[in-house]
């Protein structure tokens, strides 16, 4: 077993690190810029960053076939792309939502629909939401979804409320990735669709922004509230066949999980950075607050929590590249259950090493500790994975027989 990284990770490793550099003295400018607004719109400062990391050769890492690189290489670029989540990641056009949108399409597109919506994707001039979840049913559960998709001569009607469609909210979002029943009588599995929904199709109200703990996360889009009201689109719009939405819904969730539980390690990461910092320069009691035993421990602690998580993040990459998402089932929920909790506990220490400075807006930690909350619900709640991880080991077991 070789846990070094491989020479091509390295190389990327050494231009991303630099990179870096630039993304962290962007981020008071984002700042400032956002608060300036339009709300809902992208910073100039992104784009920017964008430039500059095309001419770097970091862009598109995220998808295979285009940055050629398996999961396991992508791991640790990922990882230091989420030291600064609401940056880095969009500037190297590695950022959810529209990673898992481009994925989708890469792989369920048809050529027509690549072109029109896959290739500026890829570019980087629009963007793109995923639209599942609904305000009026339990959304972990994907079967209970009530948006109706009904064929209607060339065209299908979508009727239906979504909300938490992430992204949006900003007018460069042109594509939305709408999830309904085509058939709701059918068989539990193949009662739902996909089907592309250009914003500007008659019939779509984007009505509000959602918040996370306050945060409107707008510059990148926000959360957002939709309703679809006889909104008409070509059949052509549809993605794969009728009845497959829910099997591409799965296909689309592995890659988007463990990016984000890459993503969480970095976060963690910065957490412990500050806190170290933070915890050797600031005296409480006549010592430095890091040799204090509790702050030690907790730093000792969140060193060991972060590493155990990456090397799972890193054998779930690794099972993807060799077994598939499929043989990596399990170890994916795994990593979804423990990343978010891993992160979010070692940025809950570090905002609490800063005393009232970590939940200020002066540092980045109250909203990396808001963004790794959220976690342990999008792209399904911590108990949905538990219980599904449980069931898988309790079939290894035999049950007694009646
Ligand atoms: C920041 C953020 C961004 C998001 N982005 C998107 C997006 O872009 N597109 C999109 O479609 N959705 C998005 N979501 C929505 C997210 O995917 C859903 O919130 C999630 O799937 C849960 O659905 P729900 O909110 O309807 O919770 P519900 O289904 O109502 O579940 C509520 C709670 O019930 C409990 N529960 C449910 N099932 C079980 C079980 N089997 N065993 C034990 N307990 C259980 C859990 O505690 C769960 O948290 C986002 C959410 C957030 C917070």
């Known amino acids: 077993m070789d846990f070094a990284y491989d020479a091509k990770t390295e190389e990327l490793r050494g231009r991303l690190l630099p990179f870096m550099q630039h993304v962290y003295k962007a981020e008071p400018v984002f700042a400032e810029q956002a608060a300036a607004g339009p709300q809902w719109s992208t910073p100039p400062v992104v784009e ?16 295979p076939k285009v940055s050629g690189l398996s999961n396991l290489q992508y791991a640790p670029l990922a990882e ?37 919506w896959l290739q500026p994707l890829l570019d980087g ?17 994907a079967t209970n979804i009530a948006t109706r998709i009904t064929p209607d001569g060339d065209h299908y009607v979508v009727d239906g409320h979504k909300w938490w469609s992430s992204g949006a909210m900003n007018p460069r979002c042109e594509i939305f990735i709408v999830m309904g029943k085509t058939d709701p009588d059918g068989p539990r599995h193949r009662q739902q669709s996909m089907i592309l929904v250009p914003r500007d199709t008659p019939g779509v ?40 939405g829910f099997a591409i819904a799965q296909a689309r969730l592995g890659p988007g ?3 984000h539980c890459m993503r969480l390690i970095g976060m963690a990461e910065r957490g412990l950075a500050l806190m170290c910092q933070r915890a050797n320069d600031r005296v409480a009691f006549g010592r430095p607050i890091g040799q204090h035993g509790v702050v030690a421990d907790w730093i000792a602690e969140s060193r060991v929590r972060i590493e155990q998580a990456r090397l799972l993040v890193l054998k779930t990459a690794w099972l993807m590249d060799t077994v598939g998402n499929k043989g990596a ?21 570090a905002i609490q090493a800063h005393g009232a400075a970590g939940v200020s807006q002066d540092f980045p930690l109250a909203q990396l500790w808001a963004a790794a909350r959220t976690l342990r619900l999008a792209d399904g709640p911590d108990e949905v994975h538990r219980s599904s991880l449980a069931r898988k080991e309790l079939g290894r077991y035999p049950t007694p027989q009646t």
């Open 205 to 244: 109200d984007v009505r509000r922004g959602m918040t996370v703990f306050g945060y409107t996360d707008g510059p990148h889009g926000g959360h957002a509230d939709v309703v679809f009201e006889a909104v008409r689109v070509p059949k052509e719009n549809l993605i794969g066949a009728e009845g497959d």
């Open 257 to 259: 999980r463990i990016h």
């Open 125 to 141: 001039t629009i963007r793109s939401a995923f639209c599942m979840t609904e305000p009026g049913v339990a959304s972990s559960d």
């Open 80 to 116: 230091i792309t989420g030291r600064s989540p609401y940056l880095a990641p969009e500037a190297l056009n590695c950022a959810a939502p529209d990673t898992g949108n481009m994925e989708l399409l890469a792989e369920f597109g048809t050529p027509s629909q690549q072109e029109r």
């Open 48 to 63: 920017k960053l964008k430039a500059r990391a095309r001419a770097a050769g970091l862009w598109n890492l995220f998808l």
């Open 329 to 349: 089932h399990t170890e994916i929920q795994a990593i979804k259950i423990a990343v978010p909790q891993m992160a979010e506990w070692v940025l809950d220490k």
